[in-house]
RNA sequence: GGUCCCGUAGCUCAGUCGGAUAGAGCACCAGAUUCCUAAUCUGGGGGCCGGUGGUUCGAAUCCACCCGGGAUCACCA
C-alpha cells in the first residue's frame, strides 16, 4: 500500500472527471505530474504540481485549473481539504483515518511492506574480484553495494540474478600459479627466501602450496602450471566466497571467463560484431595525456569500433601478437548474460575502471542492436581511519588490510551501514573509531537503538500487564493519535514503499540507509517528548485504549525499520548491551 | 589534451521526477534525568548551493562556458 501512489490516482481520476465535463482540454502529457509530501508539514499532508504542469498545455490559468482540481477534489471522502497555495500547488489535508489505517496494514505485512511487484528480470554483476587472494577492504564497498542493491531490486519485485565474473583467465592467475608452485617447494622443505618482486607474498597461498606438495605433478612446466592454476583458482575462490559470507553477501551466478574461451564465446561474440561490420584492423594512436611507452610502437591490431557508440576511441580486441586483450571476454560475458534472457544488466565497479564504462556500454548496445542495456554504479574508494588517521596499507607487500579483518574488528551490520552512507560514488571514510562508538555520531548504534528501544517499551508494557500481542494491536484504537507528533511518525512511515521505488529506480541503495536514519530520529523525537508532556508517553496506566494504540504505532515503527534493516541486509537487535 | 565524478554551513555530508522560506550530523552556545535505556532529545547562531549566462511559471537540481579538486586514459588487471 502506497498512499502517495492512491493519492495520485484520485488527482488522476479528477483530472479525468474534470476533462469529461469539458472544463480540461483532452490529451495532456501528465508525465509530470507528481503527488509529493510538501518540504513543510504544514502545508499538509501531499501536494500537487498539476495544475502548473498542465495549465500551459491546456490554455488555461494556473489558478483557475486548480480552483477546478480543488473542488473536485473536495468531492472525495479520502480529502478532507485541499487549497491552492504558493505558485499553484493544491496542497492536501488527507482524512486522518487514511493515515491511522497504515498502522494495521505495515502490522499485517510486516517485513513485506513496501513491497512492489511485476518487475523485469535484472542482472546484477558485483565484486568480481581477481580469485588471486582474499578480499581486502576495498572490495567491501562494491560487495555491500551490489548486494543491496539486488537486495533493493527484489524488494520492488523485479526478478534479479546476483552474478560473479571470475577472471580466471589473464596473465594474473599464470602469476598465482607460479607463486603457489614456490609455496609448494617451500612446504616441501625448500628455503624460498622473499617471495621475488611479481609474485603473490601473501600468506594465504601457504595451505595451496601444502597442498600441492601432497600430489604428483607433471614434469613439463606448463604442465606444472596448469596443475598448479587447477589447485589454486578453487581454493582461491573458496576462500572469496568465505569472506563474503562474513559480510553476508552471496551470488547466485558464477561465469568462468575461462570457460568463455572453451567453449567459443568469445569468437562467436567477435563473429557477432565483424557481422555488423564493427571489427577491422587498425593501428591505435600512443596513450595521450603521458609520455607514451619507451616501448610504445604503432602495430597493427584488431579493433572494435566502439568510437560509433559514444566512446573517445576504437579499442583493441587483440594484442598485436593475435592473443586476446581483456576487453573481449567481458564482451562475451556480457553477451552470454544477454543470451541467458538478461536485458537489463548493472555492474558495481571500482572507482578506477570508469574509463571502462563507455567502451562496455558501447559494446553491449553493438551487439545486441540496442535491445539491451548496460548500467554501471561506480562505487569510489574508502578510507580507512584509525585515531584520526589514514590506515596504511600496502597491496604490494601483501600486508593489506582483509575484509575479514575489518568485519571481525567491528562486525558485519556496521561494515555494511556505513558502506552505505554515502552516495556510491562519492570516496568515503571508514572510522574505526566512529563503528565502535555507541553514540549519536554512530549512525548504525543509532538506528539499532531506536529498534532496541521500541522492543524495550513493549517489554515494559508487557510487564506492567498491558496486552500487546498482534491479536490485540490489530484492533488498537488508532483515532485517539491525533497529536502532531504521532501523525508525523506514521506520515514518516507513509513514505517508506515511496523511497523504496524511487531508491531502486535511480539504483541508489544509500537512500534506504538514510531513510532508516530519519526514520530513528523521528522516534526518538517523540520518545522524548513524553518527557516534557507526560500524557504523550507510550505506556499511559489510566488509558488503556491510547497505550495500545501508542503501541501499535511503535509497533509499526519497528517493522518498517526491520524491513529496512532486511533490504540493507542488517539484523535489527531487540536490545542493546 | 580526452572522458567521467565531485564542488551545498567552520567540518563531514543529504537534498526524491525541476517545486514553496535549501536540510541533518559534528563542532560551538543555552537547556531537558523522581518518569518507557540521557546510549536520547529541545532550542540558537552559522549559506553568493564554485562562477557567469541560458531553458522554465519555478533551478542546488536541466543545458552551455569558465574556475577549482579527484579519478582515469595503448598494452597490462
Redesign the pocket.
Known sequence: MNLFAEIEADVRAALATLQEQGKLAEGLDTS???V?????AS??DM?T?AA??LA?AAGQN?RDLATLLVAELLTSERIEAAEI?????V?LRLDKTLWHGLVPHILATGLNYGDGAGGAKVNVEYVSA?P?GPMHVGHARGAVVGDVLARLLEKTGSDVLREYYI?DA???VDVLAQSALLRMREAQGEAIGDIPEGLYPGDYLVPVGEKLATMELPDAPDAQLQTAKSVALPMMMDMIRDDLAVLGVKHDYFLSEQSLHDDGSVDKSLDELSSKGLIYQGV?E?????EP?P??EPSPQTLFKSSDFGD?SD??LK?PDG?????APDIACHFNKVERGYTQMIDVWG????????RMQSAVTAITGGKAQLEVK?C?LVKLMRGGEPVKMSKRSGSFITLREVVEEVGRDPVRFMML???N?????FDFDVVKE????NPV??VQ?AY??IF??LR?ATEQGVVADDAALAKAPLHTLTHEAELNLIRMLG?YP??LA?AA??R?P??VA?YLMELA?AF?????????E?N????QEDDAAGTLARLALIRATALTLASGFDVIGVTPQD???
Not at 497555495?85 to 500547488?89: D, M, R, T
Not at 600512443?286 to 603521458?290: A, D, H, Q, T, Y
Not at 572507482?351 to 563507455?358: L, P
Open positions: 509530470r505530474l507528481t509529493e509530501p510538501p518540504r513543510d502545508h499538509g501536494a504540481n502548473m504542469v500551459k494556473k497555495a504558493g505558485p499553484g500547488f496542497n581477481n588471486t577472471n589473464g596473465s594474473q591505435l600512443p596513450p595521450k595525456g603521458k611507452p616501448d610504445w573517445d579499442r583493441a594484442k592473443s586476446w586483450t581483456y576487453f572507482a578506477d575502471h570508469i574509463g571502462y564504462i563507455k561506480i569510489n552512507t554515502r552516495k560514488d562519492a570516496p568515503l571514510d555507541q553514540s549519536r555520531d548504534f543509532y537503538y532496541a528501544r524495550s517499551v515494559n513514505t515511496r523511497m524511487a529506480q535511480a541508489e544509500h537512500r538514510f530520529a526518538h523525537a517523540l520518545w522524548n517528548l513524553g518527557k516534557e507526560v504523550l508517553r507510550f505506556i536490545e542493546l548491551r
